[in-house]
T-cell receptor, first 114, second 111 residues
Framework: NAGVMQNPRHLVRRRGQEARLRCSPM?????VYWYRQLPEEGLKFMVY????????ESGMPKERFSAEFPKEGPSILRIQQVVRGDSAAYFC????????????FGPGTRLTVT | GQQVMQIPQYQHVQEGEDFTTYCNSS?????IQWYKQRPGGHPVFLIQ???SGEVKKQKRLTFQFGEAKKNSSLHITATQTTDVGTYFC???????????WGAGTKLIIKP
């Protein structure tokens, strides 16, 4: 059973470009969470999605950031017009439906904005 | 919103010494999870505690959930270099089906 997959692992973008981060949850998992982590800091919740639904996006900036989890295909975190402050590690985690289950994390995407 | 305080932020130990990190909440928790993140890696689930006063062990790691379900601790006996990393506590919130993450305690082994 493959774990949570994220790609790309490393992404370099110039200021003003768009960044698209992909996350494929574990098989059978329908809940996806996106987190952001700056060096030497903790995890900051961004958004919680289920298939075709955004459940909670309270941690996501209202401008330039969007997320989706379509019926088919991976979850996408999209950052438009990136700025240097967007440089961070972005982790995706998935969990099974229903119940208080643990989250399984992907390896993360390290975004660098130059 | 709900927050959890995790202390200390860093702990430097000699290899072979013990390590403890504490997680405190102002409200009663339904359950709490613990994760470990190695340097350059991603968080990995360690354990979940649910019952008041629960104690669980994994080899040299001992996890406790307080009687009032407002605090938790992770104790590592005789640390090894493989224990290096940041340990996060993460209570589960029934209200929004999410984990609330502590700031983490970084375990550093002195050379």
């Amino acid at each position: 059973n493959a774990g949570v997959m994220q790609n790309p692992r490393h992404l370099v973008r110039r200021r003003g470009q768009e960044a698209r981060l992909r996350c494929s949850p574990m098989k059978g998992h329908s809940h996806v969470y996106w987190y952001r982590q700056l060096p030497e800091e903790g995890l900051k919740f961004m958004v919680y999605l289920q298939k075709e639904n955004i459940i909670d996006e309270s941690g996501m900036p209202k401008e330039r950031f969007s997320a989706e989890f379509p019926k088919e295909g991976p979850s996408i975190l999209r950052i438009q017009q990136v700025v240097r402050g967007d440089s961070a590690a972005y982790f995706c985690a998935s969990s099974p439906p229903r119940g208080k289950y643990e989250q399984y994390f992907g390896p993360g995407t390290r975004l660098t904005v130059t | 919103g709900q927050q959890v305080m995790q202390i200390p932020q860093y702990q430097h130990v000699q290899e072979g010494e013990d390590f403890t990190t504490y997680c405190n909440s102002s409200t009663t928790l339904s359950n709490i999870q613990w994760y470990k993140q190695r340097p350059g890696g991603h968080p990995v689930f360690l354990i979940q505690l649910v019952k008041s006063g629960e104690v669980k062990k994994q080899k040299r790691l001992t996890f406790q959930f307080g009687e009032a379900k407002k605090n938790s601790s992770l104790h590592i006996t005789a640390t090894q270099t493989t224990d290096v990393g940041t340990y996060f506590c993460a209570p589960y919130m029934d209200s929004n089906y999410q984990l609330i993450w502590g700031a983490g305690t970084k375990l550093i082994i002195k050379p």
